[in-house]
Structures are given as C-alpha cells and as structure tokens.
C-alpha cells in the first residue's frame, strides 16, 4: 500500500481525492452506472446476436431441408455412392457444418467432415424419402447433420471485446467531459464558497460572495445559494450593528448608573462622615463640658478648703516653729533633762507634717487653675523649651537623660507660658521618677507638628511605660503608683486640667511598646476664658 502511494500517478490521484472529493465521488458514480448500462446494452446486444445467428443457422436447415434431401434421396436410391458423396460434400461447405452422415436402409454409411467432440453443437436427424411413379413415399435412408456453434461464440465474442472497448471508451470520455463540465459549472464555485466560509470572520463581513460565472439571464441553484449567503451575511451585520448599538447603550447606562452610584455614595459618604465627625465632636463636647463642670466644682472645692484650712496651718506651723526654738534653747540650759528631748523631737516632727501640709494646699490651689493670676503673652514655645530644661537642670543632674525636641525652629504662640512651664515640668519630673527610677540613660522625645491653627504634641520616653490598664486612671487626682516616696497623685491630674480647661486643647495616653506617650492636641491662640 506505502509503495502504491510513492508512485506519481496514485500521488496525484490520492491529491484529487483529498481536494476534491465531491467530483470524484461524481465520476465514480458516472463511471459505475455508465458501465452497468454498458453491460446490460451488452448483453441485450449479444443476445440478440445470438438469436439472429441461431436464426440464420435453422434458415441453413431449412434450406437444407428444402433442396438437398430430394436429391440425396434420389441419389440413394439410384446407388449412386460417388454422386452421394459429391452432395455431402457440397453441403460441408455451408457456414457452420461441421458433420454430415447419411445411413441407408441397407446399412451403408456415407459421412462428410469431422464429428465435434467438444464444443456447443446442433445436431438435426433428417429422413430421406423417395418418391416413385405413383407418388408413394419410400423411405431409403436417414440423414444426420451436425452444425457447431464455436464460430458463433467466437463472433459474439470477439463482438463482446469491440463493444465493452468501444462502449468503455465512450464512458470515460463521456465522465470525463461531465466531470469537467460538473467542475466547471458547480465544483469550482463550490470550492470558492467554501473558501468563503472558512475565511469568514465576525470582523470580516464587510467582502460579499462573488462567483467568477457568466451572468445568467435566469438565476440557478448556484446564484440562489450566493444569494442567501450575502442576505445572511448582511443579516449578521446588522443584528451585529445592532447589538453594537445595544452594547453601547448599555455601557453608557451602565456608566451613568455607575456615575450615579458614585455620586450618591460619596454624598453618602460625605454625610456620614460629617454624621460621624458632628457625632464624635458633640460627644468630645459633652465629655469636655462634664469633665470642665466635675473639674471645676472639684478645683473650687478644693481652693475653697485649701483657703479654709491654710490660716490654721499657718498658726499652727508659727507655734510649733516658736515651740522648737524654745525645746532646743531649754535642752541647751538642761541637757540631762529627757523631757527637753522629747520636746525637741516633736516639736521638729510637727514642723515638718505642718510643711508637707502647707506644700499639698499649694498643690491644691493649682488643681483649681486660677486663670486671674496667669498672664498670658506671646512667646516661642521652642526657645520656652529650652528655658524649662535649664531650669530643670538641677533635678536633672542624677539621671542626666537625652531630651531631643522635633519641630520648626520657631513656632510663636499667643497664650499661657505659665500653664506650658507646668505641663512640660510634670511630664518630665514623671518620666525622671516613674519612667527611668532617677537612673542614668533616659531619652525624652518632643515632637512638634503645626497644623493650620493648631498643633500636636507627642511626648516620648524610653522608659517603664505605663501600667496596663492606667493609660485613663492616671489623669484622675491622687492616682499615684508612689505614694510611700511623697507623691500625691496630683501632677498627671494638673496637667489635664490646664490642657483641657485653660488651653482648650485635648492630652490621651497612648498605647506604647515601650515608654510612655502622650498625645496633646493644642490652639495655638486659645479663646478668653471666664473666671470662675
């Protein structure tokens, strides 16, 4: 089969098949039916062949019968073997005679030819009669004929040969011609169709199906094909143009829906970020006006005992002073005397319990913010700074910590020095005692961020930081983690007080992975207050 397939002529028509199967499928058929109606004109023509030669034969018979068996009769009856013979032989001569025998009533045998042994033959029995004077019928022998029927097959059959030659030629030539014809009016404008459609792309409608033909004046199969084909065609450009057109509206509607959308949404936004912002400044409002009013109330109180109980203290810090001096002055004169001692003793214990007294009613008059006696200037907080660390520095020689402050290098303020001095003082005394325990390698980080007409503080150390749970506790008065090394928990408390009250600013203590951090948002120019 492989070396059937390297051969030129089975290459070609292995490439005819796969280009064109259509046609060869066409002359096949043409050539299968043409040769079944080939063979059966064949065999219709040789059979009448064969019946006009049979008919020609029994005519020879016949002819036979009519003018030879009278004078073979009478020849047999004169005894007259050499005329016998003589007719015999003359009869041998007629087409297709193979055998002649003539058997007498006497026995004698006179023959003509060659008996067939094989073959298809038609053997014919004749009686040979003759008749006499009064007309009577003697029969004097019989006469066998032999005819072969060879030469008739030979003929039919080399008239076989000639037709299927001639009729074969004439189908092919015949396939041909309709299959060139075929291809020529059909399968090459089938194969441009076809090359039409596998080209075909949704982007490529725009080329019509045109058939290279002669026009027709009545429109065929063909033409009507190439015709459905361009209204579908055209058919597909506009359910495309059309769907184009839908897309478009729809992206646009989708646009402005979504435009829409936005819109709506950042309005919703924008409201509910001013919700959530008049929402968050109402409650920092509402925080600030309960605290100012609780603080205010407590700050008064306390000025008031502060002022109540100041002048018995003072009286009472006067006698015990006056009672020390007269203890030592006795002790001098008798100072085996043990009454003098104890004198001496608790004289010098009231002294000091009446100072730390009068030192808490100092830090109680601060509690109440007294905004009369604070004087308020224009000033630069970071040169302010940097007085409050020189005036810090005689508490600041044990631990000696890194204080850095971040920001412009002016910043001027039209406010309450004073209340800064306080607030700055507190954060770092507390850093010196809680945060690093008065130990050496402390760092304190200012940072100052102006924004518009504000500021931010952030205050940083690298300290012990703040116990969980105290960042809220620890601006609450006499909230301390030190009270049995002097503190009164009222520093952080002070702090709060001038930021939220005097300053009208905001402090929160932040969470921090290490240190402490508060956060100070303060007006550069703060608003009059009144005076309680």
Not at 212 to 230: C, G, H, I
Not at 282 to 303: D, N, R, W
Not at 438 to 452: A, F, V
Not at 489 to 501: E, F, T
Request: proline fraction near 3%; include cysteine.
């Amino acid at each position: 089969m492989n070396l059937f397939k390297r051969i030129p002529v089975f290459q070609s028509l292995n490439e005819l098949c796969r280009r064109n199967p259509l046609a060869v499928r066409l002359l096949t058929a043409i050539l299968l039916y043409s040769s079944a109606i080939t063979l059966i004109a064949t065999g219709t023509q040789l059979w009448l062949d064969y019946r006009y030669e049979r008919s020609a034969i029994d005519e020879r018979l016949q002819q036979i019968e009519a003018s030879s068996l009278n004078s073979l009769a009478n020849s047999l009856w004169e005894i007259s073997p050499t005329q016998i013979q003589v007719q015999l032989d003359g009869l041998l001569q007629l087409p297709d005679i193979r055998y002649l025998e003539i058997r007498s009533q006497f026995g004698n045998i006179y023959t003509a030819g060659k008996k067939p042994r094989v073959g298809a033959t038609v053997e014919r029995h004749f009686e040979l009669n003759f008749s006499d004077t009064t007309n009577k019928a003697v029969k004097v022998g019989d006469l066998t004929l032999i005819v072969s029927l060879e030469e008739v097959y030979r003929r039919l059959a080399d008239k076989v040969l000639l037709i299927l030659a001639s009729q074969g030629i004439k189908t092919f030539l015949v396939s041909i011609f309709i299959l060139a014809l075929f291809n020529q009016l059909v399968t090459r404008h089938l194969s441009t169709m076809a090359d039409y459609a596998r080209r075909l792309r949704l982007d490529q409608l725009d080329t019509p199906l045109i058939l290279r033909r002669k026009r027709k004046a009545k429109e065929d199969e063909l033409s009507q094909v190439v015709t459905s084909m361009n209204q579908m065609r055209q058919s597909m450009l506009s359910d495309m143009s059309k769907r184009k057109d839908a897309e478009h509206s729809l992206a646009r509607l989708n646009a402005e829906l979504e435009q829409r959308v936005s819109d709506r949404t950042h309005e919703l936004e924008q409201s509910n970020t001013e919700l959530r912002a008049t929402l968050v400044k109402l409650q920092e409002t509402q925080q600030q006006l309960v605290e100012s009013k609780k603080l205010a109330a407590l700050g008064g109180l306390v000025a008031g005992v502060a002022h109540e109980i100041n002048t018995p203290i003072g009286i009472g810090y006067t006698a015990a002073s006056f009672l020390a001096d007269q203890a030592n002055l006795y002790q001098q004169q008798h100072p085996d005397n043990s009454l003098a001692g104890t004198a001496v003793e608790s004289s010098q214990l009231i002294c000091e319990n009446l100072e730390r007294a009068a030192q808490l009613i100092s830090a109680f008059k601060l509690v109440s913010v007294d905004q009369a006696s604070e004087q308020r200037r224009r000033f630069d907080l970071i040169r302010y700074l940097d007085e409050i660390q020189r005036s810090l520095k005689p508490k600041l020689k044990q631990s000696e910590p890194d204080i850095t402050v971040l920001g412009p290098e002016q910043l001027m303020l039209d406010s309450y020095p004073g209340s800064y001095y306080q607030i700055f003082t507190n954060l770092i005394l507390n850093s010196l005692l809680h945060g690093f325990d008065n130990q050496p390698g402390g760092k304190i980080t200012i940072e100052i961020k102006p924004y518009g007409k504000r500021m931010q503080i952030d205050y940083r150390d690298n300290g012990t930081g703040i116990t969980e749970g105290w960042h809220n506790k620890l601006f609450e008065p006499f909230m301390t983690t030190k009270r049995s090394q002097g503190c009164s928990g009222l520093g952080m408390h002070i702090v709060y007080n001038l930021v939220n009250q005097l300053l009208q600013g905001h402090i929160e203590c932040l969470p921090s992975d290490k240190g402490a951090h508060f956060h100070i948002d303060l007006p550069m120019t703060p608003g009059t207050t009144s005076v309680d």
